[in-house]
């Protein structure tokens, strides 16, 4: 299994600009979830999909911040427009329902907004 | 909402020193997980614990479930530079609120001196 796919793994871009990072969940997993993590917040859920339904996107700081899932193997998390304060790493993680509800984390974007 | 605290925030200690990290609920919790993060990795998942007092042992990790089910805790005997890397607790929300995803802790950063 490959695994939580996520992309691109690094990202710069400058402040203003529209960004879109990518996940594909494990194959069969119908819960997705996206998470950031920074040092002074530690990591924070930003929104879960399951069965590609949003079910909570309280963590979702502002409306600059959307999340889409068109299919079940795949979603995107986009950031218009970016700032310096959105840097951070981001993690996708999906599981399937039932059973001990463990996640398993893509290796995450490292998006950087200068 | 619920929440969980762990304990210490950074630990650091000589190879072959013990290590131990503490998850602390004000609520019941129906059962905790623990993740580990290397260094510019992602989270993985270690062991899950859903009995009353339960114990699991994985090689040099033990991990403990308090009887009470409000606390767990993660011991690490004679450290290993393998070991650095933040822990992390991980809970299910309490009744009422999101159920498909976990609260995470802020995690402990374990570092190891060779």
């Known amino acids: 299994d490959a695994g939580v796919i996520q992309s691109p793994r690094h990202e710069v871009t400058e402040m203003g600009q529209e960004v879109t990072l990518r996940c594909k969940p494990i194959?069969?997993?119908?819960?997705l979830f996206w998470y950031r993590q920074t040092m002074m917040r530690g990591l924070e859920l930003l929104i879960y999909f399951n069965n590609n339904v949003p079910i909570d996107d309280s963590g979702m700081p502002e409306d600059r911040f959307s999340a889409k899932m068109p299919n079940a193997s795949f979603s995107t998390l986009k950031i218009q427009p970016s700032e310096p304060r959105d840097s951070a790493v981001y993690f996708c993680?999906?599981?399937?329902?039932?059973?001990?509800?463990?996640?398993?984390f893509g290796p995450g974007t490292r998006l950087t907004v200068t | 909402g619920q929440q969980v605290m762990q304990i210490p925030q950074y630990q650091h200690v000589q190879e072959g020193e013990d290590f131990t990290t503490y998850c602390n609920s004000s609520?019941?919790?129906?059962?905790i997980q623990w993740y580990k993060q290397r260094p510019g990795g992602h989270p993985v998942f270690l062991i899950q614990l859903v009995k009353s007092g339960e114990v699991k042992k994985q090689k040099r990790l033990t991990f403990q479930f308090g009887e009470a089910k409000k606390n767990s805790s993660l011991h690490i005997t004679a450290t290993q530079t393998t070991d650095v890397g933040t822990y992390f607790c991980a809970v299910k929300p309490p009744y009422g609120g999101s159920q498909g995803n976990l609260i995470f802790g802020k995690g402990t950063k374990l570092s190891v001196k060779p």
């Open positions: 609520t019941t919790l129906s059962n």
């Open positions: 993680a999906s599981r399937l329902s039932g059973g001990s509800y463990e996640q398993y």
């Open positions: 194959s069969g997993h119908d819960y």
